[in-house]
């Protein structure tokens, strides 16, 4: 059952159409990750919930309590600012005790509250230092510690790993995600790094230019995207224009000579137009006589760690051979008619040929990997 609900928030600010009837459902102790480009709107809809702003038009629930008209101090949801905004003149205790100042509490409970908050985010005996004397990933933990201390019933992030260097955002990203478990809260955070996302977000939302694109697990919206900018903005991906050209969803590709198979393409018409979205570690190199061997030329070469990226440009095939009936349109052999990625693990088999031997400027041959995620078929220029 939802514990916060979102229903049809719209947000104008003059002529500027910033959110468009945004609904969204979230259980109690759930986290929700909320994703997208810059001006996407979702910063906006998280100072929506944080009662900063005022809705257009909709209604935001809490436990079925609509909190859409009370003031921010009233609703109790705790806020973690992009920068902290921790206060460098106070202690670590006495930033976390501020948002229980006007409380009128006993000196006592005060004190044991900022203790039980420390101790949530495992920073106990922090409580006589300085801001500037702790290191940037403990000045978040403060930061979230002083919106714990007030018991609020949603927890809301604001990009809270944004500031730190790559490094220290990843300990850091493991140690909130620990913090919020064990505090077992109600969380909505805004960020643009998708493996920020997946990795604090039991699900994630996926905004774009003020809509709501997709909703689900991670591996949901990387597996089976809903719509093409899902498909193009979580993970790596190109896009090739193609053509359905069976019922069990063979795509021909445009001017490869090749056809490669989309279960999404299943439920489009046989002639459609389509965009097929292929990621890397969707594709293999392959032998040249392989089932959906694409002719390709490696462009680039980058090592990537764990794997290394290829980039190639896709050509026709050569006219030396039969052009039979039904089959994919030529275009010219020396031609460049796509560019894809190709993903090839450094350990392990990864591939059906050598890859070793696809140096910058070799001819090579790609196709679906039998055992990646398939190819996406998305309505041509619908972004569907």
Same mark, same amino acid.
């Given at each position: 059952?939802?514990?916060? =609900? *979102?229903?049809?928030?719209?947000?104008?600010?003059? %002529? &500027?159409?910033?959110?468009?009837?945004?609904?969204?459902?979230?259980?109690?102790?759930?986290?929700?990750?909320?994703?997208?480009?810059?001006?996407?709107?979702?910063? =906006?809809?998280?100072?929506?919930?944080?009662?900063?702003?005022?809705? %257009?038009?909709?209604?935001?629930?809490?436990?079925?309590?609509?909190?859409?008209?009370?003031?921010?101090?009233?609703?109790?949801?705790?806020?973690?600012?992009?920068?902290?905004?921790?206060?460098?003149?106070?202690?670590?205790?006495? #930033?976390v005790?501020?948002?229980?100042?006007?409380?009128? *509490?006993?000196?006592?409970?005060?004190?044991?509250?900022?203790?039980?908050?420390?101790?949530?985010?495992?920073?106990?005996?922090?409580?006589?230092?300085?801001?500037?004397?702790?290191?940037?990933?403990?000045q978040?933990?403060?930061?979230?510690?002083?919106?714990?201390?007030?018991?609020?019933?949603?927890?809301?992030?604001?990009?809270?790993?944004? #500031?730190?260097d790559?490094?220290?955002?990843?300990?850091?990203?493991?140690e909130?995600?620990?913090?919020?478990?064990?505090?077992?809260?109600?969380t909505?955070?805004?960020?643009? /790094?998708?493996?920020?996302?997946?990795? *604090?977000?039991?699900?994630?939302?996926?905004?774009?230019?003020?809509?709501?694109?997709q909703?689900?697990?991670?591996?949901?919206?990387?597996?089976?995207?809903?719509?093409?900018?899902?498909?193009?903005?979580?993970?790596?991906?190109?896009?090739?224009?193609?053509?359905?050209?069976?019922?069990?969803?063979?795509?021909?590709?445009?001017?490869?000579?090749? =056809?490669?198979?989309?279960?999404a393409?299943?439920?489009?018409?046989?002639g459609?137009?389509?965009?097929?979205?292929?990621?890397? /570690?969707?594709?293999?190199?392959?032998?040249?006589?392989?089932?959906?061997?694409?002719?390709?030329r490696?462009?680039?070469?980058?090592?990537?760690?764990?794997?290394?990226?290829?980039?190639?440009? &896709?050509?026709?095939?050569?006219?030396?051979?039969?052009?039979?009936?039904?089959?994919?349109?030529?275009?010219?052999?020396?031609?460049?008619?796509?560019?894809?990625?190709v993903?090839?693990?450094?350990?392990?088999?990864?591939?059906?040929?050598?890859?070793?031997?696809?140096?910058?400027? =070799? /001819?090579?041959?790609?196709?679906?990997?039998?055992?990646?995620?398939?190819?996406?078929?998305?309505?041509?220029?619908s972004?569907?």
């Amino acid at each position: 059952m939802a514990f916060l =609900t *979102l229903e049809s928030l719209d947000k104008s600010f003059g %002529d &500027l159409r910033v959110l468009d009837a945004i609904s969204l459902a979230v259980a109690e102790g759930e986290v929700l990750a909320l994703l997208g480009p810059s001006g996407s709107g979702k910063t =906006t809809l998280l100072r929506l919930l944080a009662g900063f702003e005022v809705p %257009d038009g909709g209604r935001i629930l809490l436990d079925g309590d609509d909190v859409a008209p009370l003031p921010s101090a009233r609703r109790r949801f705790g806020m973690v600012f992009q920068h902290y905004a921790l206060f460098p003149h106070l202690t670590v205790g006495q #930033n976390v005790a501020f948002g229980l100042a006007g409380r009128k *509490l006993p000196k006592v409970e005060v004190g044991r509250m900022v203790a039980d908050a420390l101790r949530q985010v495992d920073l106990q005996g922090f409580e006589e230092r300085r801001p500037g004397e702790i290191s940037g990933g403990q000045q978040q933990r403060v930061a979230l510690a002083r919106a714990l201390a007030i018991s609020p019933r949603v927890l809301l992030l604001d990009e809270p790993l944004s #500031n730190l260097d790559p490094a220290l955002r990843e300990r850091t990203r493991r140690e909130l995600r620990t913090a919020i478990e064990r505090v077992g809260i109600t969380t909505v955070l805004v960020t643009h /790094e998708q493996e920020e996302a997946f990795d *604090l977000g039991d699900r994630v939302a996926v905004l774009h230019r003020g809509r709501l694109e997709q909703v689900g697990r991670p591996e949901e919206l990387y597996e089976r995207p809903a719509t093409r900018f899902v498909a193009t903005f979580v993970g790596r991906a190109a896009v090739l224009p193609g053509q359905v050209a069976t019922a069990e969803g063979d795509v021909a590709l445009d001017g490869a000579g090749v =056809t490669w198979r989309s279960p999404a393409a299943r439920v489009l018409d046989t002639g459609a137009l389509v965009d097929l979205v292929v990621r890397p /570690e969707g594709l293999a190199f392959v032998d040249a006589g392989a089932e959906g061997a694409a002719r390709g030329r490696v462009a680039a070469r980058r090592y990537a760690g764990s794997v290394t990226l290829y980039r190639v440009e &896709l050509l026709a095939p050569r006219r030396g051979r039969d052009h039979g009936a039904g089959e994919p349109a030529l275009g010219d052999a020396g031609q460049a008619v796509g560019t894809v990625e190709v993903a090839v693990a450094e350990r392990g088999v990864a591939t059906a040929a050598d890859a070793s031997a696809a140096a910058v400027g =070799t /001819e090579v041959h790609v196709a679906p990997h039998p055992e990646g995620p398939a190819p996406h078929a998305f309505p041509a220029g619908s972004g569907r």
